[in-house]
């Protein structure tokens, strides 16, 4: 009888100890874990941006660490001191959207008990308008310049007049060509304006226009002033530029 008592009363202190170890050691994982993020990565609808994100943690490992956010689940097997990770998004149209808020979980190492944290980074993503609409020979026809002293196209080169960009042929083929004129048409030298107003169709359908449009410029490295209605004439010359009206378009 003293005996079953003795192992009772052992397996109790044991099992316990067991449970305060672990309870320790989960809550030590978690919380000397360090999370920032590094990169927000923008996207054309209908594609999901996403987002990297650096953990870092000092002269440990940390073992099946889970991370939850927008309804989605992420398992790393193995963390050591820092560790890059994209994070992919579910969303597909097109806007601002803050960065989700994310559950950092783990119950090693031996899942008797599960320690988390919250993490709410700070930060947007974009998803910008369609690029790759389908223009409408409409709205092309509206675009394109006099043809008086047109003489045919030829490919584009950096440095060359945008205004003279032929909008039928990259209708067809998505590469830019420019109007090729005789030579009393080489004084024309007015810059080019992507005007929200000369487009058709809803509001999303004009937007998917004029990002498809400005495309091109972009890939170019082209300068090019967009008119949206209340922000006005904005300038695109650079990335960085380029990214600011898009972001412009995804809030509009």
């Known amino acids: 009888m003293n005996y079953q008592n003795n192992l009772l009363l052992f397996s109790s202190y044991f099992f316990c100890l067991l449970?305060?170890?672990?309870?320790?050691?989960?809550?030590?994982?978690?919380?000397?874990?360090?999370?920032?993020?590094?990169?927000?990565?923008?996207?054309?609808?209908?594609?999901?941006?996403?987002?990297?994100?650096?953990?870092?943690?000092?002269?440990?490992?940390?073992n099946q660490l889970k991370l939850k956010y927008d309804n989605q689940e992420v398992m790393i097997s193995s963390l050591s001191e820092e560790t890059s990770l994209w994070l992919e998004t579910q969303w597909h149209l097109r806007g601002r959207y803050e960065l989700p808020r994310i559950t950092?979980?783990?119950?090693?190492?031996?899942?008797?008990?599960?320690?988390?944290?919250?993490?709410?980074?700070?930060?947007?993503?974009?998803?910008?308008p369609n690029?790759?609409?389908?223009?409408?020979?409409?709205?092309?026809?509206?675009?394109?310049?006099?043809?008086?002293?047109?003489?045919?196209?030829?490919?584009?080169?950096?440095?060359?007049?945008?205004?003279?960009?032929?909008?039928?042929?990259?209708?067809?083929?998505?590469?830019?060509?420019?109007?090729?004129?005789?030579?009393?048409?080489?004084?024309?030298?007015?810059?080019?304006?992507?005007?929200?107003?000369?487009?058709?169709?809803?509001k999303e359908e004009k937007l998917a226009q004029l990002s498809t449009l400005l495309f091109p410029y972009y890939e170019s490295k082209l300068p090019i002033k967009v008119n949206l209605p209340n922000l006005g004439l904005m300038h695109c010359t650079d990335n960085k530029t380029y990214h600011q009206v898009w972001e412009k378009m995804s809030e509009y």
């Not at 950092?104 to 910008?128: D, H, K, M, N």
Request: net charge neutral; hydrophobic share 35%.
């Open 104 to 128: 950092l979980e783990t119950s090693f190492p031996l899942g008797l008990v599960r320690a988390w944290c919250y993490w709410q980074p700070t930060g947007y993503l974009y998803i910008y």
């Open 19 to 62: 449970q305060l170890l672990t309870f320790f050691k989960t809550f030590q994982n978690i919380n000397s874990l360090r999370a920032e993020i590094l990169n927000c990565e923008p996207s054309f609808s209908p594609n999901s941006p996403r987002f990297l994100v650096r953990f870092t943690i000092k002269n440990k490992t940390i």
């Open 131 to 202: 690029n790759h609409y389908r223009i409408e020979n409409e709205m092309i026809e509206r675009m394109v310049s006099d043809d008086r002293d047109y003489q045919g196209p030829q490919p584009m080169k950096p440095g060359e007049n945008p205004s003279r960009i032929s909008w039928k042929h990259f209708a067809k083929s998505g590469e830019l060509f420019i109007k090729n004129f005789a030579p009393v048409s080489d004084s024309i030298n007015a810059e080019t304006i992507l005007s929200y107003q000369d487009l058709f169709g809803t």
